[in-house]
């Protein structure tokens, strides 16, 4: 055993003498060449090659880095014990992760590849601007040689996708709103935010079935539909109109609309835009997947059609009828009519608005939806219900059968079979012709949600107390749905009536050029 200890003592003081004889006799620019000459011999044999993500990029947070580690916290197939468990500011669920040194296997259209997260200790740091962590983190994807262009073109950008995905679906929705007076925060942004917290979703939202099995299929369709307004030259964007009665659920339908798609929502106040200059930055700082809302558009600003506006004309100077349209300044209503732009009113125009949503500047971002909601649709100018701008007109009529159904589940629990035929047969009958919105039939069932039986014999003698005023009214059944079907069709009379008054413009105008060379 002594002898052993011996020869062994002997040999490591061979090593080291031979060691310092290496050192003496090749330099350290040798050796690290002599390596990286080695390295690249056995990579010329190796049929893998690697790639680095860093989680810090110099002095900057590498995007891609983060985006990795939000894309594997989503697969299921996380090998080993230990896994990192987050959760971020403003963020309703919890991020699995690597742990140190972990690897796991992911496959993209048929091809395996394999990531390792490496945490090593950062050496001593020198001065430096910005202080960086002890830990150097990163990612190593390690790829067949073979697939390194399918991976280098696709892959990457799918994982982009699908992190942004992730963090969209696990962070809270935001609700936002212009700055009074177009002022900037203290990040200089113009818009304020909130947490969007709205529980409405189109489960729960009264309205007939059918319709709103419709508008989720549009929305998917346009959620979807990257590739395909790509191909036919379209801006990725889409127009909502909501119109009909007030308490009708417009706002609950937006809301419904932001929780299914998983969008923040961007509530424009018109009356707070100074200008068209403004309006258009406002759009330039909302966000990809994002409705931008404009409520009740018929009373933020006045939008009176080409008739109203050549009426009024006939009482201007010859400078101000020669101008367009388009060019007419949109006041807020309780601005008044003598509020110009040097006494502080607003100097949007119809040109501004409609360049908003259907302009070169409508497509300045991606994935951007606009709802418009009005009580009067007759009130609006044919130029904004066109297609384009508002591609889908949404009718938000008073409650029907089938949407008091839904309150009767919301709001008491009862579905069909727990009701008797008989009530349930008095309630179809009576329903249509009292001619409640679902806002007043939810008050009814809120009062009484406790006393489920109470609640909808107090909900039935509304009904029918309704139904004998409107009666009493003269407003009988068969003129109730012929009046649904009068404001079903307000706006196709609306859009109809857009070439007349583009001729009586057109004469306005023509007029007005001879009425200047006179004058000349």
């Keep these: 055993m002594r002898e052993y200890w011996t020869s062994l003592a002997s040999l490591l003081g061979v090593l080291a003498f031979c060691q310092t004889i290496l050192q003496a006799v090749f330099p350290p620019e040798l050796r690290f060449a002599s390596v990286k000459l080695l390295n690249k011999v056995l990579q010329c044999f190796s049929a893998y090659c690697y790639f680095d993500v860093t989680e810090i990029d110099g002095v900057n947070t590498n995007e891609l880095y983060n985006a990795v580690q939000l894309y594997l916290s989503s697969s299921v197939s996380i090998s080993g014990n230990r896994l990192s468990l987050t959760r971020a500011v403003n963020s309703s669920g919890f991020t699995f992760g690597l742990a140190n040194n972990d690897s796991i296997v992911d496959k993209f259209n048929g091809v395996s590849v394999v990531w390792e997260h490496v945490v090593t200790q950062r050496q001593a740091q020198t001065f430096s601007w910005r202080p960086l962590p002890d830990e150097k983190r990163g990612f190593t994807l390690r790829i067949?040689?073979?697939?390194?262009?399918?991976?280098?073109?696709?892959?990457?950008?799918?994982?982009?996708?699908?992190?942004?995905?992730?963090?969209?679906?696990?962070?809270?929705?935001?609700?936002?709103?212009?700055?009074?007076?177009?002022?900037?925060?203290?990040?200089?942004?113009?818009?304020?935010?909130?947490?969007?917290?709205?529980?409405?979703?189109?489960?729960?939202?009264?309205?007939?079935?059918?319709?709103?099995?419709?508008?989720?299929?549009?929305?998917?369709?346009?959620?979807?539909g990257q590739s395909f307004y790509h191909k036919t030259g379209r801006a990725w964007k889409r127009g909502y109109l909501l119109y009909g009665p007030p308490g009708t659920g417009k706002s609950s339908m937006i809301a419904a609309m932001a929780n299914f798609l998983g969008y923040d929502i961007y509530d424009l106040e018109l009356t707070e835009v100074h200008n068209n200059s403004e309006l258009r930055k406002l759009l330039m700082k909302t966000s990809s997947k994002s409705i931008i809302v404009i409520e009740?558009?018929?009373?933020?600003?006045?939008?009176?059609?080409?008739?109203?506006?050549?009426?009024?004309?006939?009482?201007?100077?010859?400078?101000?009828?020669?101008?367009?349209?388009?060019?007419?300044?949109?006041?807020?209503?309780?601005?008044?009519?003598?509020?110009?732009?040097?006494?502080?009113?607003?100097?949007?125009?119809?040109?501004?608005?409609?360049?908003?949503?259907?302009?070169?500047?409508?497509?300045?971002?991606?994935?951007?939806?606009?709802?418009?909601?009005?009580?009067?649709?007759?009130?609006?100018?044919?130029?904004?219900?066109?297609?384009?701008?508002?591609?889908?007109?949404?009718?938000?009529?008073?409650?029907?059968?089938?949407?008091?159904?839904?309150?009767?589940?919301?709001?008491?629990?009862?579905?069909?079979?727990?009701?008797?035929?008989?009530?349930?047969?008095q309630l179809e009958e009576v329903v249509d012709v009292a001619r409640m919105t679902p806002a007043d039939i939810s008050e009814v069932l809120i009062k009484n949600r406790r006393k489920k039986e109470k609640a909808v014999e107090e909900l039935l003698e509304t009904l029918k107390l309704r139904a004998e005023m409107n009666a009493k009214n003269g407003v009988l059944r068969g003129k109730i749905e012929e009046g649904e079907e009068e404001e079903e069709e307000q706006e196709k009379r609306a859009l109809d009536s857009e070439s007349p008054k583009e001729e009586s413009e057109i004469e306005d105008e023509e007029n007005c050029c001879k009425e200047e060379e006179k004058i000349k």
Aim: with cysteine; net charge negative.
């Design 144 to 224: 067949n040689k073979k697939d390194k262009a399918l991976i280098l073109s696709s892959y990457l950008d799918y994982i982009m996708d699908k992190a942004s995905d992730i963090r969209r679906k696990n962070q809270d929705r935001l609700l936002y709103t212009n700055s009074r007076g177009g002022s900037l925060d203290s990040r200089g942004h113009p818009w304020e935010s909130v947490p969007f917290k709205h529980p409405s979703t189109f489960h729960t939202l009264a309205m007939d079935p059918k319709k709103k099995n419709q508008i989720m299929d549009d929305l998917q369709d346009f959620a979807n």
């Design 296 to 425: 009740d558009i018929d009373c933020s600003i006045n939008l009176t059609n080409r008739n109203n506006n050549n009426n009024t004309a006939a009482a201007t100077t010859t400078s101000s009828v020669s101008r367009s349209y388009y060019d007419s300044e949109i006041r807020g209503c309780g601005g008044g009519g003598g509020g110009g732009a040097e006494e502080g009113g607003n100097t949007i125009t119809l040109s501004g608005l409609l360049n908003f949503t259907d302009g070169l500047w409508s497509c300045c971002g991606s994935e951007r939806i606009f709802v418009f909601t009005t009580n009067h649709i007759e009130k609006l100018d044919p130029a904004l219900l066109r297609s384009g701008r508002m591609d889908m007109h949404i009718f938000m009529s008073y409650c029907s059968f089938p949407a008091l159904k839904i309150l009767l589940k919301n709001y008491l629990g009862c579905d069909e079979g727990d009701l008797e035929d008989s009530i349930l047969k």
